[in-house]
């Protein structure tokens, strides 16, 4: 499976943006995705994930309230919706799938795309 995720930009603090993730190949609903974003000399930390049907969903208590992952399986396309944004929320957002049920350890996943930089000035 191929990922290629979009969506990113420059935003003020307080907006809104949705980054989506589109995925090769026709076993997109057999994996739970997630999203993770790194930060300019921090490590990679967890923001959220989804399971295969979309039925659970999990999230870093630091987007909690703000953002909300979905997915939609006949588009095989997981999207972040980013509302509220914060400077803190700057970051390089990647997307990945992995064959767990759902999981916050970014070594659990097992493919993952290209980032999409987020950008919110204060």
């Known amino acids: 499976v191929q990922l290629q995720a979009s969506g990113g930009g420059l935003v003020q603090a307080g907006g809104s943006l949705r980054l989506s993730c589109a995925a090769s190949g026709r076993s997109f609903s057999t994996y739970a995705m997630g999203w993770f974003r790194q930060a300019p000399g921090k490590e990679r930390e967890f923001v959220a994930a989804i399971s295969r049907s979309g039925a659970m969903t999990v999230y870093a208590d630091s987007v909690k309230g703000r953002f909300t992952i979905f997915r939609d399986n006949t588009k095989n396309t997981v999207y972040l919706q980013m509302n509220s944004l914060k400077p803190e929320d700057t970051a390089v957002h990647y997307c990945?799938?992995?064959?767990?049920?759902?999981?916050?350890?970014?070594?659990?996943?097992?493919?993952w795309g290209r980032g999409t930089q987020v950008t919110v000035s204060s």
């Open positions: 990945a799938g992995t064959s767990m049920v759902l999981s916050r350890e970014w070594p659990n996943y097992d493919f």
